[in-house]
């Protein structure tokens, strides 16, 4: 084995102004090894600092809105099948999602696709492990139905909560 005895830098080992050769850094870095064994520690701890750097700046990152780990949102919604349709503005989403019982971030993150899937099949299931909100239309009126809250209508019309005729309840 061949040790370096000498930290210090002699003016030849310059290529051009003030550049060093990497071997004469590491051994005056890593004076009491031997110069392989420093190649291999540099290596060794330099290699997985960029790895991770390298890694993360390629990974996705997730903001977990709803609390769900991994995902956008623990929740799911599924459209259901209905005769009657309805084209709801942005004030009807938060209306009736906030009588649900949903937070602003939840309504954010599902308020879109809620709209877009009552507007295609008229009713929509709003899942987390269980079924926890149900909306279906009916006419001119949005029946909602909550695990936790219990029903509500909301006249699509007069944009309020109300009370459905007795025909359609």
Excluded at 20 to 33: D, E, M, Q
Excluded at 42 to 60: E, F
Aim: hydrophobic residues 45%; proline residues 5%.
């Amino acid at each position: 084995m061949k040790f370096v005895k000498s930290v210090s830098m002699p003016d030849s080992t310059r290529e051009g102004p003030f550049r060093l050769k990497p071997s004469r850094i590491l051994a005056s870095t890593w004076g009491c090894l031997p110069k392989g064994m420093a190649y291999a520690i540099t290596a060794l701890v330099v290699l997985p600092a960029w790895m991770v750097v390298y890694m993360a700046g390629c990974t996705p990152i997730d903001w977990p809105l709803m609390g769900g780990v991994g995902s956008r949102s623990e929740f799911k919604i599924e459209p259901q099948g209905n005769r009657d349709v309805a084209v709801l503005n942005a004030d009807d989403v938060v209306a009736i999602m906030r009588r649900a019982g949903f937070s602003d971030d939840q309504i954010l993150a599902l308020g879109a696709e809620l709209r877009d899937t009552l507007q295609n099949s008229g009713a929509a299931q709003i899942k987390k492990r269980k079924v926890e909100v149900t909306f279906a239309v009916r006419g001119e009126y949005l029946f909602i139905t909550t695990r936790l809250r219990g029903n509500d209508i909301y006249d699509l019309k007069e944009h309020k909560f109300g009370i459905a005729p007795s025909s359609l309840r």
